[in-house]
């Protein structure tokens, strides 16, 4: 998994890479949440993370997983035809998954990144009217849309091939190359962590992308607060 790490997509270029800000406004209420679970540890992005289980400021993520489970008993089902989920749009995205379901690791998640890194980049007051939604896949693959939509996109397709909550984040940085934030997916894999990016083709280790500063990073099991490494 190697590449340039610091080019960007052509369209990154006056398009808007927008993230709204509301999307980091959750940096400034994580100090609400409960005690954080142990002392900082090393991590990614050359910064220190505090682990809380208080998902209470994360209305967004925990909604977007709700909502992928409600679509769990109607995308198998669903008519081959409208703008939701469907039987179409499911079976498309099964049969790419289960075509890959064999590979190494590394592979499935190359081919999961440019699988997800195909869809147009739509953003969400375009999409939902709002400056900050966060889609379940059904959503993304129905309708498209930014960063943090790819990294969930990714992660459950991630999840369903059979990789640890542990081993996956889903992250939100500051981006100090465009001086806006961005999200993206961090997967742990053979001791060591790569970036799944939207903004970037290649699948690269952390330690290459320095233009990154992260705010928090997320799974299903917990989330992280990050403070940049003295």
Not at 116 to 127: G, L
Not at 160 to 165: A, R, S
Request: charged share 25%.
């Amino acid at each position: 998994m190697t590449g340039n790490s610091n080019k960007t997509t052509p369209a990154s270029n006056g398009r808007a890479w927008r993230v709204a800000s509301a999307l980091f406004a959750v940096a400034l209420i994580i100090s609400s949440a409960s005690p954080v679970m142990a002392a900082a540890q090393p991590s990614f992005f050359n910064s220190n993370e505090e682990a809380n289980t208080d998902f209470s400021p994360f209305k967004k993520w925990t909604s977007a997983l709700e909502k992928y489970s409600k679509e769990q008993a109607a995308k198998k089902n669903g008519p081959c035809d409208g703008k939701e989920l469907n039987s179409c749009t499911y079976g498309k995205w099964m049969s790419f998954l289960a075509g890959i379901k064999d590979k190494d690791p590394a592979t499935k998640i190359r081919e999961i990144n440019n699988y997800m890194n195909r869809a147009p980049y739509i953003t969400d007051d375009q999409n939902w009217g709002t400056k900050d939604y966060w889609s379940s896949p059904g959503e993304f693959m129905s309708k498209f849309g930014d960063c943090e939509d790819y990294a969930i996109a990714k992660y459950m397709s991630l999840r369903i091939l059979g990789f640890k909550e542990e081993d996956m984040r889903v992250v939100a940085v500051k981006d100090m190359n465009l001086k806006v934030g961005h999200a993206v997916l961090v997967i742990f894999l053979g001791g060591k962590s790569y970036i799944m990016d939207n903004q970037i083709k290649d699948v690269v280790s952390t330690t290459k992308v320095l233009h990154y500063v992260p705010v928090f990073s997320i799974n299903a099991k917990a989330w992280w607060k990050h403070i940049p490494a003295s």
